[in-house]
């Protein structure tokens, strides 16, 4: 992969997973995993979970590195078996530390989405992204040793790819551990899932969150109580909205439901317009989530009788308040998050003008505002 494409498995502007120091606020993940290998019950397939920038891909290249420092126990050898691991952590001196960092540890394999023939992206992870394994598999082990495999994110894989990767889970080869990142695992095969182990991962606290932010490039923004509301404990996420002003494309978007039932049109056409821009896509894509957000904060604000503490934005708890003040409007909201995120998931699809989806978009919780009336 050339320099100037992005790495789909990095949150731009954050290190990648391999080169993060510590991981932040998973401990009974990385203790669940530790039992097991302690009690000789080390599974060939396991599946990290949870909501996308917790952390996942960090633990993953944790486990690997682990796993190929630490050495096989075939026997007590003269003076008995070596007390039982506590920590994932190895010395950043040990020789797989350097060659993982370098990208060159023969005993790891990490599958992500590749290039296609025309040097771009794919937008899932192919058949042959899998069977390149067979050659890994393949090469002798110098050391006798293990070897590990990455995939990030499973989620990504297309039927072809699952099957394949299927065959291996049922037919692993001898020392071998695969790590599979999922973000919604539901969408994978049930054979796959009924194949692995689960280590399920969690929204991070605010004080886990400021610790992990600190190991980033990011500034971190005085607006915490913003920022742990929209990101939901999810380091990636916090890194998105810093880095691309999700902040401030929220507060617009509170700004303009304000203004329902009636809505500000020129204030609806200029966000639709900064979604249109060239190079905007991640932007684009940054504000159907937000957009997706408000709609789940107004449901929530009308089931409950109460806006979502702490505010995203300034005035939000005013305006949620005042468009989803009961349960069957909440109700609403809801259907209409479903509707339009699926409606905005298919003008991508088909490449529709992004500023003519979001002003589809708006239009539509306009509609709903006025049924709620």
């Not at 993940?29 to 891909?57: C, Q």
């Not at 794919?122 to 050391?143: C, P, T, W």
């Not at 401030?248 to 509170?254: D, P, R, T, V």
């Not at 699926?342 to 709903?368: C, M, S, W, Y």
């Amino acid at each position: 992969m050339s320099d100037d494409t992005p790495s789909p498995d990095q949150v731009p502007g954050a290190p990648h997973p391999r080169e993060t120091a510590r991981l932040f606020g998973q401990d009974a993940a990385e203790d669940a995993f530790l039992t097991a290998y302690n009690s000789d019950r080390l599974h060939h397939g396991w599946l990290l979970t949870g909501p996308r920038g917790v952390g996942k891909a960090t633990l993953a290249w944790r486990i690997a590195q682990f796993l190929l420092a630490t050495p096989l126990a075939d026997n007590e050898g003269l003076f008995g078996a070596p007390p039982p691991p506590a920590t994932l952590d190895i010395d950043p001196d040990h020789p797989v530390a350097h060659r993982i960092q370098a990208g060159a540890e023969p005993g790891l394999a990490a599958i992500t989405r590749s290039l296609n023939d025309q040097g771009r992206l794919r937008g899932e992870i192919v058949v042959d992204d899998i069977r390149k394994l067979g050659k890994f598999f393949g090469l002798s082990s110098a050391d006798g040793g293990r070897r590990v495999v990455i995939v990030d994110s499973a989620d990504e894989m297309n039927v072809s790819a699952a099957n394949a990767l299927l065959k291996m889970l049922e037919e692993p080869p001898a020392r071998t551990t695969l790590l599979l990142v999922s973000h919604q695992s539901s969408r994978l095969l049930p054979t796959i899932r009924s194949r692995c182990r689960s280590l399920r991962l969690g929204p991070l606290g605010a004080d886990d969150m400021q610790a992990a932010l600190s190991q980033t490039s990011t500034n971190i923004p005085d607006q915490n109580e913003y920022l742990a509301a929209l990101a939901a404990g999810s380091v990636g996420d916090a890194v998105r909205l810093i880095n691309l002003g999700g902040f401030e494309i929220y507060a617009e978007l509170i700004g303009i439901l304000g203004t329902l039932p009636r809505m500000d049109r020129q204030r609806a056409l200029a966000l639709a317009e900064a979604a249109a821009q060239r190079g905007a896509a991640e932007r684009f894509e940054l504000l159907l989530t937000l957009i997706d957000v408000a709609l789940s904060r107004l449901a929530l604000t009308g089931a409950t009788g109460t806006p979502p503490v702490p505010e995203a934005a300034p005035n939000e708890s005013e305006t949620l308040a005042r468009l989803s003040a009961s349960p069957d409007q909440a109700r609403r909201w809801a259907e209409v998050s479903a509707t339009i995120t699926a409606r905005a998931r298919h003008g991508q699809a088909v490449n529709l003008d992004p500023a003519a989806l979001v002003l589809d978009t708006v239009f539509k919780i306009q509609e709903t505002a006025g049924q709620n009336r």
